[in-house]
């Protein structure tokens, strides 16, 4: 999970919000090129990965999500502080292939999360080992999180682990781990590096602490 820090509400919205009716369903059916606009504006703040897993996404493979669903929370489903993009997590495959695990708002449905990437330590309360697992640590809220979110799907760990093994065979002596990091969150195109957060830690606690 990535930590968001919001960015002022983007004018597409405000200026949506104002109008006599206004709903994300109303949007979403009468107002694409908005809806579209604060997709781009959630991905630039985010970094084009998804807020959940980090998986990289864009433009047209991605969706908007709310934190607190609208089902249970109807006033919230137009709040920017609300909002965030998240990956298809896996129901795009589904049709092909039933078993295929869904995970992040595919999976999170109309539950709640008690952490959310807009907690401001929440980098912070997950940890991953070099296979690609996450681990909870021993914080009740962070092992719902993970539950909630489907975060230790097989997919999602080996895809973690096929990041991080980019990193895990470098020779310590011979990279400078402190431009790595940079490398990471280099934000110049607004786009990070997929699961850049776990790329990170791995990185902070299996290669700094050595170097």
Not at 9 to 29: Q, T, V
Not at 37 to 61: F, H, N, P
Not at 79 to 106: F, M, V, W
Not at 166 to 183: C, F, I, P, R, T
């Amino acid at each position: 999970m990535i930590y968001i820090k919001k960015q002022p509400c983007p004018s597409c919205l405000e200026n949506y919000k104002s109008k006599r009716i206004s709903s994300f369903k109303h949007m979403s059916l009468e107002e694409p090129n908005v809806k579209q606009e604060l997709r781009i504006s959630l991905l630039i703040e985010q970094g084009y990965v998804c807020a959940y897993c980090g998986s990289k996404i864009d433009e047209t493979e991605s969706i908007i999500e709310h934190i607190k669903c609208r089902q249970n929370y109807p006033e919230l489903q137009l709040e920017y502080t609300n909002l965030i993009c998240s990956c298809r997590g896996g129901s795009n495959k589904r049709s092909s292939n039933p078993q295929y695990p869904l995970h992040c708002d595919a999976h999170k449905g109309a539950d709640d999360i008690p952490i959310s990437p807009l907690t401001e330590n929440c980098q912070e309360l997950f940890v991953y080992d070099e296979n690609g697992e996450i681990h909870d640590n021993d914080n009740h809220d962070a092992k719902k999180t993970i539950e909630v979110l489907n975060l230790n799907n097989k997919i999602l760990q080996n895809r973690r682990k096929a990041a991080i093994a980019a990193y895990k065979y470098l020779n310590e002596s011979d990279v400078n781990w402190a431009e790595e990091l940079q490398k990471i969150y280099d934000n110049q195109e607004h786009h990070f590096k997929e699961f850049c957060f776990v790329l990170e830690y791995y990185i902070r606690n299996y290669k700094l602490q050595h170097y």
